[in-house]
Nanobody, 124 residues
Framework: QVQLVESGGGLVQAGGSLRLSCAASGSIFSITAMGWYRQAPGKQRELVAGITRAGSTNYADSVKGRFTISRDNAKNTMYLQMNSLKPEDTAVYYC??????????????????WGQGTQVTVSS
């Protein structure tokens, strides 16, 4: 079994900052891609930022220059530093990881896992 646990969400005023963390644990051989998604009420889930194991990153246009994604491969942990937050950033934020389990180390088969989500609310 693999678990992803997010933390760091909360209520912040516009212009403020939050740092989200996502810790992966359990039956893990390797974590390849990781990413942060968000879903606002009445909207579809969207990719916020992604990062490869080597550290290559990509961001949604709406968060470029404000959010920074990073990861610590030794700790199987990913972070999202969110600065200059806006009310439109309000959403449930989910982490996702593409993981190779030990039994699949030879084949390289990857499985996708999701965290339970953490609420981020930005007040105006």
């Amino acid at each position: 079994q693999v678990q992803l646990v997010e933390s760091g969400g909360g209520l912040v005023q516009a212009g403020g900052s939050l740092r989200l963390s996502c810790a992966a644990s359990g039956s893990i051989f390797s974590i390849t891609a990781m990413g942060w998604y968000r879903q606002a009420p009445g909207k579809q889930r969207e990719l916020v930022a992604g990062i490869t194991r080597a550290g290559s990153t990509n961001y949604a246009d709406s968060v470029k220059g404000r959010f920074t994604i990073s990861r610590d491969n030794a700790k199987n942990t990913m972070y999202l530093q969110m600065n200059s937050l806006k009310p439109e950033d309000t959403a449930v934020y989910y982490c996702s990881s593409r993981i190779i389990r030990p039994e699949n180390w030879r084949s390289g088969v990857e499985d996708d896992y999701w965290g339970q989500g953490t609420q981020v609310t930005v007040s105006s």
